[in-house]
């Protein structure tokens, strides 16, 4: 044998001896109960020496481990003083711990030193198999701890792969993600390569972070890491598929209210509009970008800001847009932008928002359901504070809409529908005279008997509202079928008291107002229950009986009431 291949034995070996004794140095010190926060600093420190020693296996190249091994020896003694309660003194014991410390940081500096000085070959890019989520929680951190010795001291290449690889692990599991967040270097690690000038690391690192991002518990440790700076950068200056990223990152990090001055003070908002009124931009980057300034909106001095900056124009034209996500963003920020402000909310209508919001309405649109609810909430939020909006509305064609969802939508288009209509009701007089002559009340009275509660109290409310207007109640009374349906479900409705069987009987009520509204009441055959609920002291049933008794009806009912 020669002295070459001698050479390379002993080197083997004495790696082997190296590789064996941290690995067995990290199992001795998770049985130490004391002096925590230190072995919990040498463990990280053995660590990254074993993610440094298995790549020096892997690329075959030599290197001094006799300090190594002596450091090793010593921390050993120390670790079993420290399980064995064996140490002469606690003080004593830190020193000697702190002087551990020492040792590790310097050995992994020098081993650093040998990585950027291009010692280790190209060997060392091929990446340690990662344990399954079902591995035991060491053999994971093992496999993290080795990606970011790569991230930290490989070329470009190899950080590249380092960043898949953790970025694919993480994607499968959230085990992964935990552990990520665990280990903490690695978080400041993917801060810094946002601001890579290597526009694949900074891609990367923005598909990580906007990974963490979508777990709720670990947001605050991406903020506290410093993020939310270097991902305006990324927007500024960054790639689209780094901007993408970025922007996704920032949507899930605002959603805490509390992170909005971060985003504005780092001139985020700007930056964002700027996304959203470029139309170069694609619908993956526009979207996310939406999202952030949509969750931005709610802090007034924002608000106002991207005001002054043109913000509602430039979401009146993105709404316009043939994407559902950006349509769908787009149209809550305009209604959440003019919340509670009436000068704003103008200016959305005078801008032409009522339009946009109302072509989406169009039977013979392409516009998904989930665009209609959206756009529907928006113009109740928009318009019915105003008669000047709601005739604008009724101008655009909103009632013959309305209608038509009413009647033909898709199970949640038609309960927005029927929640628009309740509330437009209560709004306007000539909306609710419009609303008779179209059609209205013939699909409310459908619905009054619908499996749901609450459409069942919506379609009565809206009902009620629309027969106190004199000219609707006539054209309900002239179906026959229309009170008796009516008191038929006001005879099946269960208890004596209950919002519905209120309005019921408020609906009962104004039709009265009506001679022959009265005579086909009185001459039901369900009048004795209206009776037994006066009887009940049930007020309204007590006021329809009173209204029923009087003149020549009085003749039609029971002797006994006395008033």
């Given at each position: 044998?020669?002295?070459?291949?001698?050479?390379?034995?002993?080197?083997?070996?004495?790696?082997?001896?190296?590789?064996?004794?941290?690995?067995?140095?990290?199992?001795?010190?998770?049985?130490?109960?004391?002096?925590?926060?230190?072995?919990?600093?040498?463990?990280?420190?053995?660590?990254?020496?074993?993610?440094?020693?298995?790549a020096i296996e892997t690329s075959g190249s030599s290197c001094d481990f006799s300090s190594i091994l002596v450091t090793l020896n010593e921390c050993?003694?120390?670790?079993?003083?420290?399980?064995?309660?064996?140490?002469?003194?606690?003080?004593?014991?830190?020193?000697?711990?702190?002087?551990?410390?020492?040792?590790?940081?310097?050995?992994?500096?020098?081993?650093?030193?040998?990585?950027?000085?291009?010692?280790?070959?190209?060997?060392?890019?091929?990446?340690?198999?990662?344990?399954?989520?079902?591995?035991?929680?060491?053999?994971?951190?093992?496999?993290?701890?080795?990606?970011?010795?790569?991230?930290?001291?490989?070329?470009?290449?190899?950080?590249?792969?380092?960043?898949?690889?953790?970025?694919?692990?993480?994607?499968?599991?959230?085990?992964?993600?935990?552990?990520?967040?665990?280990?903490?270097?690695?978080?400041?690690?993917?801060?810094?390569?946002?601001?890579?000038?290597?526009?694949?690391?900074?891609?990367?690192?923005?598909?990580?972070?906007?990974?963490?991002?979508?777990?709720?518990?670990?947001?605050?440790?991406?903020?506290?890491?410093?993020?939310?700076?270097?991902?305006?950068?990324?927007?500024?200056?960054?790639?689209?598929?780094?901007?993408?990223?970025?922007?996704?990152?920032?949507?899930?990090?605002?959603?805490?209210?509390?992170?909005?001055?971060?985003?504005?003070?780092?001139?985020?908002?700007?930056?964002?509009?700027?996304?959203?009124?470029?139309?170069?931009?694609?619908?993956?980057?526009?979207?996310?970008?939406?999202?952030?300034?949509?969750?931005?909106?709610?802090?007034?001095?924002?608000?106002?800001?991207?005001?002054?900056?043109?913000?509602?124009?430039?979401?009146?034209?993105?709404?316009?847009?043939?994407?559902?996500?950006?349509?769908?963003?787009?149209?809550?920020?305009?209604?959440?932008?003019?919340?509670?402000?009436?000068?704003?909310?103008?200016?959305?209508?005078?801008?032409?928002?009522?339009?946009?919001?109302?072509?989406?309405?169009?039977?013979?649109?392409?516009?998904?359901?989930?665009?209609?609810?959206?756009?529907?909430?928006?113009?109740?939020?928009?318009?019915?504070?105003?008669?000047?909006?709601?005739?604008?509305?009724?101008?655009?064609?909103?009632?013959?809409?309305?209608?038509?969802?009413?009647?033909?939508?898709?199970?949640?288009?038609?309960?927005?529908?029927?929640?628009?209509?309740?509330?437009?009701?209560?709004?306007?007089?000539?909306?609710?005279?419009?609303?008779?002559?179209?059609?209205?009340?013939?699909?409310?009275?459908?619905?009054?008997?619908?499996?749901?509660?609450?459409?069942?109290?919506?379609?009565?409310?809206?009902?009620?509202?629309?027969?106190?207007?004199?000219?609707?109640?006539?054209?309900?009374?002239?179906?026959?079928?229309?009170?008796?349906?009516?008191?038929?479900?006001?005879?099946?409705?269960?208890?004596?008291?209950?919002?519905?069987?209120?309005?019921?009987?408020s609906i009962l009520m104004s039709l009265t107002s009506c001679n022959s509204g009265r005579r086909k009441i009185a001459s039901s055959g369900y009048?004795?229950?209206?009776?037994?609920?006066?009887?009940?002291?049930?007020?309204?049933?007590?006021?329809?009986?009173?209204?029923?008794?009087?003149?020549?009806?009085?003749s039609m009912l029971s002797g006994f009431w006395h008033y």
């Amino acid at each position: 044998m020669g002295e070459e291949e001698k050479a390379k034995q002993a080197m083997e070996s004495s790696l082997g001896k190296v590789i064996e004794g941290i690995s067995s140095l990290i199992s001795l010190s998770h049985s130490i109960k004391v002096f925590n926060v230190k072995w919990q600093i040498i463990r990280k420190k053995l660590e990254e020496l074993s993610s440094m020693f298995m790549a020096i296996e892997t690329s075959g190249s030599s290197c001094d481990f006799s300090s190594i091994l002596v450091t090793l020896n010593e921390c050993y003694d120390l670790a079993r003083r420290c399980v064995d309660l064996s140490y002469s003194g606690k003080l004593l014991m830190q020193s000697d711990l702190d002087v551990m410390v020492s040792k590790f940081d310097s050995h992994v500096k020098n081993l650093s030193g040998v990585y950027t000085a291009g010692i280790l070959s190209h060997g060392f890019a091929i990446v340690v198999s990662r344990p399954g989520l079902g591995a035991c929680k060491e053999d994971m951190r093992f496999y993290v701890r080795d990606l970011l010795t790569r991230m930290k001291i490989g070329d470009i290449e190899m950080k590249m792969q380092a960043l898949g690889n953790l970025y694919q692990a993480m994607a499968d599991g959230e085990r992964y993600v935990k552990i990520v967040v665990e280990i903490g270097d690695i978080l400041y690690v993917l801060v810094g390569f946002l601001d890579s000038p290597e526009m694949g690391i900074q891609e990367q690192a923005s598909k990580i972070v906007a990974l963490i991002s979508g777990f709720d518990l670990y947001k605050g440790f991406l903020v506290r890491a410093g993020i939310i700076g270097p991902l305006i950068r990324v927007l500024e200056s960054g790639s689209d598929l780094g901007k993408e990223g970025a922007a996704k990152c920032l949507q899930m990090l605002t959603v805490n209210a509390d992170n909005a001055w971060s985003v504005s003070a780092h001139d985020g908002v700007t930056a964002l509009l700027k996304i959203c009124s470029n139309g170069d931009c694609g619908g993956e980057l526009i979207r996310p970008a939406c999202g952030v300034l949509r969750n931005l909106v709610g802090v007034e001095e924002i608000k106002r800001f991207m005001v002054e900056e043109g913000a509602i124009s430039t979401f009146i034209e993105l709404a316009r847009s043939k994407d559902d996500v950006v349509q769908i963003n787009s149209i809550e920020f305009l209604q959440n932008i003019a919340s509670g402000d009436e000068w704003i909310r103008e200016t959305v209508v005078t801008e032409g928002g009522i339009r946009v919001l109302v072509r989406f309405l169009d039977p013979k649109s392409g516009t998904s359901s989930k665009t209609r609810e959206v756009s529907l909430r928006a113009l109740e939020s928009l318009c019915f504070s105003s008669q000047n909006s709601i005739n604008m509305l009724m101008d655009y064609g909103f009632i013959d809409q309305l209608l038509f969802f009413l009647r033909n939508g898709e199970v949640l288009v038609q309960e927005s529908a029927l929640k628009v209509t309740s509330r437009l009701c209560g709004a306007s007089e000539e909306a609710k005279k419009s609303m008779g002559d179209a059609g209205f009340m013939p699909e409310l009275l459908k619905l009054l008997d619908a499996k749901s509660y609450e459409v069942r109290k919506m379609a009565t409310e809206a009902l009620s509202s629309l027969v106190s207007v004199s000219k609707n109640r006539k054209r309900f009374i002239q179906d026959d079928r229309n009170i008796g349906f009516l008191l038929q479900l006001l005879d099946q409705e269960e208890g004596i008291s209950g919002n519905n069987k209120m309005l019921l009987l408020s609906i009962l009520m104004s039709l009265t107002s009506c001679n022959s509204g009265r005579r086909k009441i009185a001459s039901s055959g369900y009048l004795k229950n209206i009776e037994k609920l006066a009887e009940a002291e049930v007020h309204d049933a007590k006021r329809l009986v009173r209204k029923l008794s009087s003149n020549r009806f009085r003749s039609m009912l029971s002797g006994f009431w006395h008033y």
